[in-house]
Nanobody, 122 residues
């Protein structure tokens, strides 16, 4: 079992930045991928960034505004979000997967955090 705890959400004005953190505990040696997902009210959960935990190879969408990174010594993954827009508003979830291939699909991830709220005002 893996336990994930997110932090760092909050309210910012458009154009601002936030850094989210996700700390993992438990059987973390099983994890092969970690990712961040966003879910706006009434919308489906969508992936915004992922990272292979062994190689550290990252991927992020949103035109380079978001950057995912990790600190393996702290079992922590970060999501740096810059130039935030009102449409970035939503609950941000951290997820951990144990498969060989890291996708950006929610169904590929076995463990989930409780989420942290991000609100961007115009």
């Amino acid at each position: 079992q893996v336990h994930l705890v997110e932090s760092g959400g909050g309210s910012v004005q458009a154009g601002g930045s936030l850094r989210l953190s996700c700390t993992a505990s438990g059987n973390t040696y099983n994890m092969s991928c970690m990712a961040w997902f966003r879910q706006a009210p009434g919308q489906e959960r969508e992936g915004v960034a992922k990272i292979y935990t062994v190689s550290g190879r990252p991927w992020s969408g949103d035109g380079g505004r978001f950057t995912i990174s990790q600190d393996n010594a702290k079992n922590t993954v970060y999501l740096e979000m810059n130039s935030l827009k009102p449409e970035d508003t939503g609950m941000y979830y951290c997820a951990a997967g144990v498969g060989r291939i890291c996708t950006i699909l929610p169904g590929s991830y076995k463990y989930w955090g409780q989420g942290t709220q991000v609100t961007v005002s115009s």
